[in-house]
């Protein structure tokens, strides 16, 4: 029987970016240098593959630095961490490993810069996600406020909007972020912003290849973890800018759903792309099992190049 011809157009770039390669380097080189076990704070990046990978490797994932022994390695994920999680690891003598991506380590500096400055600081991101608990941990309590969504831009209530500034969580829809501060900037005139944008080069890079093949593909496939904020943005950026249908395939079960339920046309278009840390073997896999099924042509459809790198700290790059 002949397969069903379809069209795979491969999102570039995808994937690991500079920062998660870094956080996973890190507790790879930390286990060589100090050997097994060495602590994690937290899933190092959202991915369910990388954490057994390095679990199997001697890493013991915890959530708080009071699950793991004193005088230990501990490592502070990519995401961030609030001040007072330093502060424990100190107290309870730990070799602190510090793995939180570049960029969002520059969110916490410009907190920090503004609360210096007297300003009250609107942080615009995710309630409960890791990296916003971080930002948020970096100054004190009255200090900083939340903003989830447009309702939350309007409704803000602030003391002095003369001495106001705003960070955003770095994962976010670049969309989604416009609308708020369109809102915020025609409220607050006076806000003060970073000198860059916040959100992540990765994070930007990956929903413009999303846009541009959604404009061509009718269903988009994201491989990336259901607590992976940038892979859930990639969902719903494919789904508003022409993407028929688009899904978040964190499983081998769901996988499988599509394939089971998927019925394309003849030369149907398929997307396919996945979350900044998701790794290259799952988008591997899938393509094998596509084959398996239908008679694939792969389509590179790359937007733009990527060549950031970011060190590893300086304890750990002799190793």
Do not use: W
Not at 130 to 155: C, F, H, R, Y
Not at 193 to 220: E, F, H, W
Request: with cysteine; proline share 4%; net charge positive.
């Amino acid at each position: 029987m002949n397969k069903q011809n379809i069209n795979l157009y491969l999102a570039s770039p995808r994937g690991f970016c500079a920062g998660v390669d870094r956080a996973v380097k890190i507790v790879e080189q930390a286990l060589k240098k100090y050997g097994p076990p060495v602590y994690v704070r937290h899933e190092i990046v959202h991915n369910e593959e990388v954490v057994d990978s390095l679990t199997k490797a001697g890493a013991v994932f915890v959530e708080e630095v009071s699950e793991a022994p004193e005088n230990s390695i501990m490592i502070f994920s990519a995401h961030g961490v609030p001040k007072t999680v330093f502060k424990e690891a100190k107290h309870r003598k730990m070799i602190s490993i510090d793995a939180t991506c570049p960029l969002v380590t520059k969110v916490h500096n410009e907190t920090k810069k503004h609360s210096n400055k007297g300003n009250h600081i609107l942080l615009i991101g995710h309630n409960f996600h890791p990296e916003v608990i971080g930002t948020m941990g970096q100054v004190s309590e009255n200090e900083i406020t939340l903003i989830q969504n447009k309702e939350d831009a309007n409704n803000v209530i602030v003391k002095n909007p003369d001495k106001l500034a705003y960070a955003t969580q770095t994962t976010l829809s670049v969309e989604d972020t416009e609308v708020i501060l369109k809102i915020l900037k025609s409220r607050f005139p006076k806000i003060n912003g970073p000198s860059t944008d916040d959100i992540c080069y990765a994070t930007t890079n990956r929903q413009l290849a999303v846009k541009s093949m959604a404009k061509i593909c009718d269903c988009i496939l994201v491989i990336g973890s259901k607590n992976s904020s940038n892979s859930k943005r990639l969902v719903e950026v494919a789904k508003v800018n022409g993407a028929k249908e688009a899904f978040l395939i964190s499983s081998e079960d769901d996988l499988m759903y599509f394939l089971k339920n998927y019925n394309p046309t003849f030369n149907s278009n398929l997307g396919l792309t996945s979350g900044a840390s998701a790794p290259e073997t799952l988008i591997k896999v899938l393509i094998t099992k596509l084959n398996k099924k239908f008679e694939v042509c792969q389509i590179d459809h790359e937007v733009i190049k990527e060549d950031i790198h970011f060190n590893l700290p300086k304890s750990l790059r002799s190793i």
